[in-house]
C-alpha cells in the first residue's frame, strides 16, 4: 500500500522560512514523480512544484518561483518543500502526491497525503 505522509507545517510570519516533509512508503515504480500541491480557503488545489526520479527535473508554479525549492532524500524516501520569503497568500494546506510518471503531469497523481496545514500571518 502507497502512504504518503505530510510533516512541518504550522503557524510562521511573513518573511520566514518552514521546510515541509513528505515520507513516501509502498511505492515500488521505476519512474516517478512527487508533487507538492496546496489548497487555500475559498480556492481550488494548485500544483506548487514537482521533482522527476529520473534527471531529478523540477518544476515550479510562478507564484512560488524563486523562493520554493523542492528536494529529496533517496535513501530515506522522503522529499522536501523549502518554503522562503514566505506571504501570506501562501496560506493553505500542502498536500504532496505521486505517480508512476516520468514526467510532471499536475493532474496525472495518483496517490496523496493527507496535507499539512501552512499559515502564514501578516
Known amino acids: 500500500e502507497v502512504q504518503l505522509v505530510e510533516s512541518g507545517g504550522g503557524l510562521v510570519q511573513a518573511g520566514g522560512s518552514l521546510r515541509l516533509s513528505c515520507a513516501v512508503s509502498?511505492?515500488?515504480?521505476?519512474?516517478?514523480?512527487i508533487g507538492w500541491f496546496r489548497q487555500a480557503p475559498g480556492k481550488e488545489r494548485e500544483g506548487v512544484s514537482c521533482?522527476?526520479?529520473?534527471?531529478?527535473?523540477?518544476f515550479y508554479a510562478n507564484s512560488v518561483k524563486g523562493r520554493f525549492t523542492i528536494s529529496s532524500d533517496n535513501a530515506t524516501n522522503t522529499w522536501y518543500l523549502q518554503m522562503n520569503s514566505l506571504k501570506p497568500e501562501d496560506t493553505a494546506v500542502y498536500y504532496c502526491?505521486?505517480?508512476?510518471?516520468?514526467?510532471?503531469?499536475?493532474?496525472?497523481?495518483?496517490?496523496w497525503g493527507k496535507g499539512t496545514l501552512v499559515n502564514v500571518s501578516s
Open positions: 521533482i522527476t526520479s529520473t534527471y531529478s527535473s523540477t
Open positions: 502526491a505521486a505517480a508512476s510518471l516520468g514526467w510532471c503531469e499536475w493532474d496525472g497523481m495518483d496517490y
Open positions: 509502498g511505492f515500488t515504480f521505476d519512474d516517478y514523480v
